[in-house]
């Protein structure tokens, strides 16, 4: 056997074989409307932000949501800017999600950490006649009013950690909070507000809610403080996620939510592979019957080309959507409609009186340009439909250009390859 054809079959087992490593190393990653989760798509609102803030408020915003959903603990979530200039958008998609409502108040809350000196000797009268220049009055979620000024001593910029931790408050007994600590800046600042203001109450406010107010008994020069309110643990453990995340460089607007629950994307998932399954059958079938054995050699490439796309999927970590699955099954008719041209083409040479080596020789060559030029125009619709498109008409257009690619290998080279290792022990092949 030439040495040319046995390094053809090395590349062949060499490539088949790392798609199949990649599909059990890695795993294929499922869209959300295969298993199910959360779409949103956020707008950071900027009206209140200087035109330098405003510039890359999206980028400050993204990497803070990522942090909070990295904290969250969803497998394979996905955060990314979408659009330029003015019009970049956050998408966030948290595919297997349980709770999406909870998910929504993590991601969107701006988590503005504030803290503030009580003036309680001047709540009733702020009350009666309203709080005088500088000066507000903000609720606890119990409705308790706080009067404070409007400029905070610090903010939570200088936090470094946050984690829940067990109180012992007052009137309440033990109870759940959110402990934190700060920088060595925060550390000196947090020490000098405590030590001027011993017996003073310190508002703990997060986005202009009061969470708690202790009174001041001592200096603090450690830079650690405790947020008491009595929380349930869930309500703990989402503030210490969106604390640590640090704050939004500006409020968030949810253009678009979307959830797909796990029975629909588990539907979807059956109803799309009964759907590829019963067409490559139906193909097959087919190209058995009426090509005989080179049918068997366009089925083998076709199962070559199915492993190989998948391969490609997990190994450059694509999300297989639904689209997806309609763009591999129009792939199984695109491969197999390049292997009928490669087929006829044989035909037509063996009719003329070649041999069949060089009926294949000849058929190969004469079919090529044919291939190339109906794959290369489906390839250019498919980069327009991923430049130009979102979400699932990408995931669509991805799978199609791995398919073309796929497809034109295994019909081409690989096609090739079982022909001439075929031809060059028989003299006769069943086309």
């Known amino acids: 056997m030439q040495r040319k054809l046995v390094w053809k079959i090395i590349l062949i087992f060499a490539i088949v074989f790392c798609s199949i490593a990649y599909l059990y190393i890695k795993k294929i990653k499922f869209g959300l409307d295969l298993i199910g989760g959360m779409h949103l798509v956020l707008v950071p609102d900027t009206k209140d932000l200087s035109q330098d803030k405003a510039k890359d408020a999206a980028e400050r915003a993204l990497e803070v949501i990522r942090n909070r959903v990295d904290d969250f603990g969803v497998a394979e979530p996905v955060v990314h800017l979408e659009g330029q200039g003015e019009n970049k958008r956050i998408v966030v998609q948290l595919p297997g ?22 003036d309680d000797d001047g709540l009733n009268l702020a009350l009666e006649k309203g709080p005088k220049p500088g000066w507000e009055i903000l609720k606890d979620k119990d409705g308790n009013n706080y009067l404070v000024k409007k400029e905070p001593e610090m903010t939570g910029e200088y936090l470094t950690d946050a984690w829940v931790s067990r109180t012992d408050q007052v009137g309440l007994g033990m109870g759940l909070g959110i402990s934190f600590s700060l920088d060595s800046i925060g550390g000196r600042k947090f020490a000098k507000i405590t030590g001027e203001n011993v017996n003073k109450k310190l508002a703990i406010i997060l986005d202009g809610k009061v969470k708690s107010a202790p009174v001041i008994r001592t200096r603090i020069p450690d830079g650690m403080g405790i947020i008491e309110g009595n929380f349930t643990m869930e309500e703990a453990s989402d503030l210490t996620i969106v604390l640590r995340a640090g704050t939004l460089p500006a409020p968030v607007n949810i253009v678009e939510n979307k959830t797909v629950g796990a029975s629909l994307g588990h539907d979807a998932v059956k109803r799309g592979l009964i759907a590829g399954f019963f067409g490559a059958i139906v193909v097959a079938l087919f190209m058995a019957i009426y090509y005989k054995f080179s049918g068997f050699i366009a089925i083998l490439c076709l199962a070559y080309n199915m492993a190989v796309i998948l391969g490609v999927l997990s190994a450059f970590k694509a999300t297989l959507t639904l689209p997806g699955i309609a763009g591999f ?103």
């Open 97 to 118: 999600l349980d709770d999406p409502k909870r998910a929504e108040k993590i991601i969107g809350q701006t988590a503005l950490l504030e803290f503030k000196i009580v």
């Open 329 to 431: 099954i129009l792939i199984i008719g695109m491969a197999i409609d390049a292997n009928v041209l490669i087929f006829e083409r044989i035909k037509e040479e063996i009719r003329a009186g070649k041999s069949i080596r060089g009926a294949i020789d000849s058929g190969f060559k004469r079919a090529f340009w044919t291939i190339f030029d109906s794959n290369l125009t489906t390839l250019i619709a498919a980069f327009i439909l991923f430049h130009f498109g979102t979400g699932p008409v990408r995931g669509f257009a991805v799978v199609l250009s791995i398919g073309i690619f796929g497809s034109m290998f295994s019909a081409l080279f690989l096609g090739r390859t079982v022909f001439d290792i075929i031809s060059y022990r028989k003299e006769a092949i069943s086309i």
